[in-house]
């Protein structure tokens, strides 16, 4: 169990980063471009991976239910997006912003899919998270507001 808590934690750290850089290419390319080269450059590792691994196989692609071929394009659409995004907001705004967007489709999932009841527990920690960031982003204004305050009182 600690090796896929490690794998997780990992991984969160991995998505940072990819968001960053991605962020970055995207001021440079545009988003849309960023996401492309993104998934272009995956494509070409995994495929390699797969390779040498020698599990590289098209059997029971058929299989799979119609909806499932979805995650390719919203994988796509969420580095787009997150390519426009991360550098406008920053970096951790947009971190918690899209935690708590998975967090909510996590909730809806289960409830339509699994027929899970939505706690309140569940709602109160999304709203907190809200909060949170609403609170920052006051904190950031202020901030903002009070050194150009600063500066003006400093140049007049």
Same mark, same amino acid.
């Given at each position: 169990?600690?090796?896929?808590?490690?794998?997780?934690?990992?991984?969160?750290?991995?998505?940072?980063?990819?968001?960053?850089?991605?962020?970055?290419?995207?001021?440079?390319?545009?988003?849309?471009?960023?996401?492309?080269?993104?998934? !272009? @450059?995956?494509?070409?590792?995994?495929? +390699?991976? =797969?390779? $040498?691994?020698?599990?590289?196989?098209?059997?029971?692609?058929?299989?799979?239910?119609?909806?499932a071929w979805l995650g390719g394009t919203f994988g796509a659409l969420f580095v787009a997006t997150n390519s426009l995004v991360l550098p406008r907001l920053g970096a951790i705004?947009?971190?918690? !912003? @899209?935690?708590?967007?998975?967090?909510? +489709?996590? =909730?809806? $999932?289960?409830?339509?899919a699994n027929d899970a009841a939505i706690e309140p527990l569940q709602l109160a920690g999304i709203a907190i998270i809200m909060l949170g960031v609403f609170a920052a982003r006051l904190s950031g204004t202020r901030k903002a507001s009070g050194t150009a305050g600063q500066s003006a009182a400093k140049t007049g």
């Open positions: 169990m600690s090796g896929y808590i490690f794998l997780a934690v990992l991984n969160g750290l991995l998505i940072g980063l990819s968001r960053a850089l991605n962020g970055k290419l995207g001021l440079m390319i545009g988003p849309l471009r960023a996401s492309f080269w993104n998934h !272009l @450059v995956g494509f070409v590792f995994l495929a +390699a991976v =797969l390779m $040498i691994l020698g599990g590289w196989s098209v059997e029971n692609l058929s299989a799979a239910p119609a909806l705004r947009t971190v918690v !912003l @899209v935690i708590c967007g998975q967090m909510v +489709a996590g =909730l809806l $999932i289960d409830y339509l």
